[in-house]
C-alpha cells in the first residue's frame, strides 16, 4: 500500500490554474509531476472538508467537481474521516506558535494518519514539524 499524503489547497490550486510563482518556478508542473507520482505509486491524497472550502473560495469548484477532476486522473483520494478536537488544534497551535487554521490542517494530517503535508507554503507549517512532516511537491518527487 502507498503512503497517504495531506493535500493543502495552494497545490490543486496552482495545478488548475496554471500558477508560476515569482520566483518564475513552474508550481503547476511540479502539482502535475507529483500528482503523476501519486498515481502511478498507488499514494492516497487525503482531502479535508476545509480543503474543499479554501479550493471553493478560491477558485469557485465545488466539492464534486474536485472529486471528479482527480476521477479524470485517476488519483486516488480519500476524504478525511477523522476530525480532531478543539483541544487537539488548540495543542497544536499553542505548541508550535502557528495559526488556528494551520494547526486545524496539521491535527486533520495526524488524525487520518498522513505520511506528510503536501503544501507551496512550508513556512505555515514548518514549525509543526514534530508533529508531521511538510514538504512541497518537488520535494517528494526528490526524496523518493
Excluded at 8 to 37: C, G, K, M, T, W
Excluded at 64 to 93: G, Q
Aim: neutral net charge; aromatic residues 12%; contains cysteine.
Amino acid at each position: 500500500m502507498g503512503k497517504r499524503f495531506y493535500l493543502d489547497s495552494n497545490v490543486f490550486i496552482s495545478f488548475i490554474r496554471e500558477e508560476i510563482d515569482s520566483a518564475f518556478n513552474l508550481r503547476y508542473v511540479d502539482s502535475e509531476n507529483f500528482f503523476a507520482f501519486c498515481r502511478k505509486e498507488k499514494h492516497a491524497l487525503v482531502l479535508s472538508g476545509l480543503f474543499f472550502k479554501e479550493v471553493n473560495k478560491v477558485i469557485s469548484l465545488k466539492k464534486n467537481d474536485i472529486l471528479e477532476e482527480f476521477k479524470r486522473h485517476e488519483i486516488e483520494v480519500t476524504e478525511a474521516e477523522n476530525r480532531p478536537s478543539e483541544e487537539s488544534v488548540s495543542k497544536i497551535a499553542k505548541e508550535c506558535k502557528i495559526h488556528f487554521a494551520d494547526a486545524v490542517h496539521v491535527a486533520t494530517a495526524l488524525e487520518n494518519k498522513s505520511n506528510a503535508i503536501i503544501t507551496w507554503n512550508k513556512k505555515d507549517f514548518i514549525k509543526a514539524v514534530k508533529f508531521v512532516p511538510c514538504l512541497t511537491p518537488g520535494e517528494v518527487l526528490e526524496r523518493i
